[in-house]
């Protein structure tokens, strides 16, 4: 989380007149490119908004606004959850915050995903406070067709983005949301906010990860690789 200077067109429709505002990322849900090509940005103002605030930067498209902190990354959509909040046609560029994914979850070349057309399913908070549980409304689910692999080091705030042998996704099994099992294909990778860890434990050598939510229940994510080297994966993920 840091404070980020932007030149604002536009607050919620009202004409800012090019003023220079400081923005929190962590209240940044997703922004996206408007017609002229400058930045249309989710914003939840904490202290008084109930509903997002829309925030148009004058002349700073996505992609240079995301240069501006590691929590922010561009990313392509080929397919959205049709209650998400998020308007745009499939195969849009937008860009997310790293701290607003519960799950995102996608093949190695190992287990069947075809080379050269990545597809992951990421499960991303679009509430108001970023803690929503993964079964809420509010979690919804995005195609991503970024090869988030390649991005390595640009996965800061995610346990996976790097693991004990260099590389990118922590191996999952299957996770149990409030009881009910969900498996993975093998070969399956897994990352994820550690904003989103309860708990991690270890059971027959494998760790398992209790998410937190914002409801009764637990939703368990049970990896296949061991608690020592999910906590190796955990190790560099400061968010700036």
Known sequence: MKLISATITKWNGQDMGGATMALNTESIVYAVDNEDGAAEVTYYDLAFSARPIKV??????????ASQSKQLLKVSVSH??????????????????????ILM??????????????VYEMTYDE???????IDSPFAMTWKVTTDMEDEGENMVGLVGN???????GVAVNSMSINGIDVDYEAGTLAWFSTKRVATAFDVDSKA??????????????????????????????DTL
């Open 127 to 133: 509430s108001r406070t970023n803690c929503t549980g």
């Open 105 to 118: 979850t996608g093949l190695d070349a190992g287990g069947g995903a075809d080379v050269g057309s990545p």
């Open 162 to 168: 790097v693991d004990t042998a260099g590389e990118n």
């Open 56 to 65: 148009l930067l004058q002349n700073l498209a996505i992609e240079d606004f």
């Open 208 to 237: 398992v990860v209790k998410f937190k939510g914002d409801k009764v229940g637990f939703s368990y994510l049970k990896t296949n690789i061991s608690l020592a080297n999910l906590i190796a994966a955990s190790a560099d993920v």
């Open 80 to 101: 959205k959850g049709a209650s998400s909040a998020l308007s745009l046609p499939a195969n849009s560029s937008i860009l997310i915050n790293l701290d607003r994914i």
